[in-house]
């Protein structure tokens, strides 16, 4: 389960859309002894990626995202000096479905593929077709079922 504030919801959804037809994403935190995680927005830099070495990026920031490793580490440290925790992440497909895709685990896995980075992480993938947010799924791992399986996005004014 995620617990987003209205709000904050809102300000993901106005990142999806500012950044329409490119994937939005960023990153999901806890400080300690809170119940609903904060919002870091962040660039994608997939495009940046690609137009530096198509062959290793071969998309585009329509269909991928790739967040900067730099801005990742200061917000996974700032959690941790905190007392906090990463609680997820979260991105935009472009003219299709919320759903977590084969290539959203492949980058949710460790290098060995059989484990999340972020076990206790929630994937929050928001649809945005035709210029418009459509839906917003949340995933997160299943240790019985070894695979990522829908949770519920918990919403509070």
């Not at 000096?81 to 980058?107: L, M, T, V, W």
Request: charged share 30%.
């Amino acid at each position: 389960m995620l617990k987003l504030k209205r709000k904050d919801l809102e300000r993901l959804y106005g990142q999806a859309l500012a950044e329409y037809p490119a994937e939005c994403c960023g990153i999901l935190s806890l400080g300690r002894g809170e119940e609903y995680s904060q919002v870091h927005l962040c660039q994608n830099i997939q495009d940046r990626l690609h137009d530096e070495n198509p062959l290793d990026y071969p998309r585009t920031s329509r269909t991928a995202y790739f967040i900067d490793p730099r801005e990742l580490s200061r917000l996974i440290a700032g959690a941790e000096q905190s007392g906090g925790q990463i609680s997820g992440f979260y991105h935009s497909h472009i003219d299709c479905p919320a759903y977590f895709s084969a290539e959203d685990k492949k980058r949710a896995m460790t290098m060995m593929g059989d484990e999340p980075d972020f076990p206790d992480a929630a994937y929050l993938v928001l649809s945005v077709d035709q210029g418009k947010v459509q839906a917003s799924k949340c995933f997160a791992w299943d240790e019985g079922a070894r695979d990522f399986a829908e949770v519920e996005l918990v919403v509070a004014d």
